[in-house]
């Protein structure tokens, strides 16, 4: 099994700050200028395949947020509407998900707002007037500043990726980068989705990206036994149709914590933390959990004796160090830097170069 150490952490909110550009620069100027005081247009509509950022952007205008796939009759915002003197910024996603009564409502959204000088920004797949909804609407949405964002390109989102990273200090590798972009789904809401899953099980941040198991029983099995054997946690992808068999090569890691995210993104997504020897159990207390794709991040192993004795940045400084340099210099260096017992660090530095040792060849291909 080959194996891609990942450094990651959880991807902070949405802004306009963090929004990947890459060839959507006048819908993000466009947006900047309708946000502005001194402008007189009511309405922005943003459309776009899946993962091109249209909820990224609603979410990072500080507007009151509606969602049309969660709230089709958007009762949330029929509320908010109907407040005396509503004003400001309001955001309706997926409005081509909305119901028949959805739509009167956000069509009398439409007219309050613009009466009251408020402003309404909207997304969906198309354009409205490509949309089936009822024609007032379309032709109010269409009425006003319309934007298609464009997906990035793989240079672009291997940029974006590596930014997340180094934006917290850790480092990307151009090996993990290449295996996301070829094995998991390519649209960037997905692709930090799921690095925002791996940041819930890592630990001090330090992991390997095993990617998907063998579908052979027996070469998945010696893969599982590997993973055992390393102290450190695993990124795992799976299929819905070999999620099962893999629970249950899993279950032999026995009370150790798996964080497993299904349909990351979509409108079912769920994540939930079991112990391993539980995840067959989990799958099979709903017939829809075993739909979907999967992210699964097996934790690291329980930290020993001398790891409690430790900060997590003392281990951490060891990891990176043990990474590229021979084992005394690493934990000498490591005492320098973090002021921690040598010994300690000497023993854990053991631990660790052993496990590694176990677990098989951890470089890229």
Same mark, same amino acid.
């Given at each position: ?14 802004? #306009? ?37 249209? %909820? ?10 509606? $969602? ?18 509503? *004003?400001?910024?309001?955001? =309706? $996603? ?10 009167? =409502? ?10 009251? +000088?408020?402003?309404?920004? %909207? ?7 490509? #949309? &089936? ?21 793989? +240079? ?35 692709? %930090? ?14 992991? =390997? ?28 992808? *799976? ?38 020897? $539980? ?10 959990? &075993? ?12 930290? &020993?004796?001398? $790891? ?8 951490? %400084? ?5 990474? *590229? ?10 005492? +320098? ?12 530095? #053991? ?11 951890? &470089?890229?291909?």
């Amino acid at each position: 099994m080959r194996q891609l150490i990942l450094d990651v952490m959880p991807e902070s909110a949405p802004s #306009l700050d963090n929004f990947v550009v890459g060839g959507n620069g006048e819908a993000l100027t466009g947006l900047a200028a309708w946000l502005s005081a001194g402008n007189r247009e009511s309405s922005l509509f943003f459309c776009g395949d899946v993962g091109v950022g249209k %909820t990224h952007l609603l979410l990072a205008c500080s507007a009151r947020y509606s $969602d049309g796939a969660a709230d089709p009759d958007l009762d949330g915002l029929g509320a908010a509407i109907e407040a005396p003197l509503a *004003e400001g910024v309001f955001a =309706v $996603d997926h409005v081509d998900a909305l119901s028949a009564h959805g739509q009167i =409502v956000l069509f009398n959204a439409f007219n309050r707002l613009r009466a009251a +000088d408020g402003r309404l920004l %909207t997304a969906a797949s198309a354009p409205p007037l490509q #949309l &089936t909804l009822r024609e007032d609407l379309r032709t109010r949405l269409g009425s006003g500043l319309i934007y298609r964002l464009n997906s990035l390109t793989d +240079d672009e989102k291997m940029d974006a990726l590596t930014g997340h990273a180094r934006a917290r200090g850790l480092r990307l590798p151009s090996e993990v980068l290449a295996y996301l972009l070829a094995r998991a789904p390519r649209d960037m809401r997905s692709l %930090t989705a799921l690095l925002s899953v791996a940041g819930l099980g890592g630990g001090s941040g330090r992991f =390997v990206f095993a990617g998907f198991l063998s579908p052979k029983a027996a070469e998945r099995q010696r893969e599982v036994q590997a993973i055992a054997a390393d102290a450190r946690g695993c990124l795992l992808l *799976e299929a819905p149709h070999r999620i099962e068999a893999l629970a249950s090569a899993l279950a032999t890691l026995g009370a150790r914590r798996v964080t497993v995210g299904r349909e990351l993104t979509k409108q079912f997504e769920e994540v939930a933390d079991v112990a391993a020897q $539980d995840l067959s159990g989990w799958l099979q207390m709903n017939p829809h959990r &075993t739909r979907g794709e999967f992210v699964l991040m097996v934790h690291p192993q329980a930290a &020993t004796a001398d $790891d409690d004795a430790l900060s997590t940045a003392a281990l951490r %400084t060891l990891d990176l160090l043990l990474a *590229e340099l021979p084992l005394k210099t690493a934990v000498r260096l490591s005492a +320098d830097i973090s002021g921690e017992p040598r010994n300690a660090l000497y023993n854990a530095a #053991l631990a660790r170069r052993s496990a590694s040792d176990k677990g098989g060849d951890s &470089t890229a291909e």
